[in-house]
T-cell receptor
Framework: DAMVIQNPRYQVTQFGKPVTLSCSQTLNHNVMYWYQQKSSQAPKLLFHYYDKDFNNEADTPDNFQSRRPNTSFCFLDIRSPGLGDAAMYLC??????????????FGDGTRLSIL | GQQLNQSPQSMFIQEGEDVSMNCTSSSIFNTWLWYKQDPGEGPVLLIALYKAGELTSNGRLTAQFGITRKDSFLNISASIPSDVGIYFCALTPGGYQKVTFGTGTKLQVIP
């Protein structure tokens, strides 16, 4: 059973039209991450939530925002998508604070296309 | 920033052959991770390594955390067609801290 669920799997939006991607998890992990992955490249971390604390990567554009209304859900908002934002967006989760290193678990991603 | 070099970039092998790929970093880290990503899907964790010198197996996969804590390798024995995909090494200082991914090794298996 999928434990990190991303919806939709494929999203098409128009240039400049705001879009929201969603992620939910059944693992009860306290940390959630958003990555951007372009074709033939490694995933690149955009930001993460440690519980309710938001942590932005220094090079993440202001165009990208995130919300985490509760433990299970996290959203990625792209305010004005440009052609360069077309990519796979991956959500991941991990548990922190158990005293052991906990690897990140990934969803299957949302592939975003910009028209 | 952290340099994480993964090689080879791509491999074509015959079904049944063994495969080896490796990663080196410019700094010392506490955790090495190996992920596999199939087309159109998210990365799936294969093996996690937490101690220098640690050798861990997962079925036909074996990975080792180098003694210097700056390198790791992943071996796949007796490859099969479903091994096709992109393999990423990744490392982290530990816990939830930022994961840095390698550039990936694209594996193609010829039946």
């Amino acid at each position: 059973d999928a434990m990190v669920i991303q919806n939709p799997r494929y999203q098409v939006t128009q240039f400049g039209k705001p879009v929201t991607l969603s992620c939910s998890q059944t693992l009860n992990h306290n940390v959630m991450y958003w990555y951007q992955q372009k074709s033939s490249q490694a995933p690149k971390l955009l930001f993460h939530y440690y519980d309710k604390d938001f942590n932005n990567e220094a090079d993440t554009p202001d165009n990208f925002q995130s919300r985490r209304p509760n433990t299970s859900f996290c959203f990625l908002d792209i305010r004005s998508p440009g052609l360069g934002d077309a990519a796979m967006y991956l959500c991941a989760t991990s548990r922190e604070g158990t005293g052991a290193n906990q690897p990140q678990h990934f969803g299957d991603g949302t592939r975003l296309s910009i028209l | 920033g952290q340099q994480l070099n993964q090689s080879p970039q791509s491999m074509f092998i015959q079904e049944g052959e063994d495969v080896s790929m490796n990663c080196t970093s410019s700094s010392i880290f506490n955790t090495w991770l190996w992920y596999k990503q199939d087309p159109g899907e998210g990365p799936v964790l294969l093996i996690a390594l937490y101690k220098a010198g640690e050798l861990t197996s997962n079925g036909r996969l074996t990975a080792q955390f180098g003694i210097t804590r700056k390198d790791s390798f992943l071996n796949i024995s007796a490859s099969i067609p479903s091994d096709v995909g992109i393999y990423f090494c990744a490392l982290t200082p530990g816990g939830y801290q930022k994961v840095t991914f390698g550039t990936g090794t694209k594996l193609q298996v010829i039946p």
